[in-house]
């Protein structure tokens, strides 16, 4: 099974809402990733977890949080966004030491 | 200048015939070259994976890496208007935890019927 699943698909939210995305690997993967994808632009990298332990934070405003609850889960909350943060976000996987990473379908975040 | 740098396209070609995609990079630490295909308001989907040098084939897809002018590239044979989609050159080098991946900018491709 090679299948990375998120939750929502979509997601609206105003400017003051707290939510939060899920995603979920089963394929024993230890490393997880949060990307922010942007029309036309390639996936941009927010957040590295390994073996559980957040190892990248790249410079991602703290309205976004990400936590992983164990080495299926991935979560990344969301607080007072503002409408550039509108796009799609992508959860992706793979072992701590291969290349390829897994990615999930996204979810497509609108910020009113 | 970019470490990855990929024609964005759009390739408009008809269906049946051979595409050819392309990738150039800088950083001679990359060992791990991916290729992705990305349909509209979906997430990327894993096409080809190869390690250091050479030719990969699966199916109708064939990848090439030539480490030493540190280039990509993936070729798709008897093209179908369903390969219409984006097409993503990511890489990255080996070790640490981080495997962060640097994507090309992507190449939009369609196959007219």
């Known amino acids: 099974d090679t299948e990375v699943t998120q939750t929502p698909k979509h997601l609206v939210m105003g400017m003051t809402n707290k939510k939060s995305l899920k995603c979920e690997q089963h394929?024993?993967?230890?490393?997880m990733y949060w990307y922010k994808q942007k029309a036309k632009k390639p996936p941009e990298l927010m957040f590295v977890?390994?073996?559980?332990?957040?190892?990248i934070n790249e410079s991602v405003p703290s309205r976004f949080s990400p936590e992983c609850p164990n080495s299926s889960l991935l979560n990344l909350h969301l607080h007072a966004l503002q409408p550039e943060d509108s796009a799609l976000y992508l959860c992706?996987?793979?072992?701590?030491?291969?290349?390829?990473?897994?990615f999930g379908p996204g979810t497509r975040l609108t910020v009113l | 200048q970019k470490e990855v740098e990929q024609d964005p396209g759009p390739l408009s070609v008809p269906e049946g015939a051979i595409v050819s995609l392309n990738c150039t990079y800088s950083?001679?630490?990359?060992?791990?070259f991916m290729w992705y295909r990305q349909y509209s308001r979906k997430g990327p989907e894993l096409l080809m994976y190869?390690?250091?040098?050479g030719n990969k084939e699966d199916g109708r897809f064939t990848a090439q890496v030539d480490k030493s002018s540190k280039y990509i590239s993936l070729f798709i044979r008897d093209s179908q208007p369903s390969d219409s989609a984006t097409y993503l050159c990511?890489?990255?080098?080996?070790?640490?935890?981080?495997?962060?991946?640097?994507f090309g900018t992507g190449t939009l491709l369609a196959v007219q019927p």
């Open positions: 992706a996987s793979s072992q701590v030491r291969a290349g390829e990473q897994f």
């Open positions: 394929m024993g993967h230890r490393a």
């Open positions: 977890y390994s073996y559980e332990k957040l190892s």
């Open positions: 950083n001679s630490a990359f060992q791990y």
């Open positions: 190869t390690y250091s040098s």
């Open positions: 990511a890489m990255n080098s080996r070790g640490g935890a981080t495997n962060k991946l640097i």
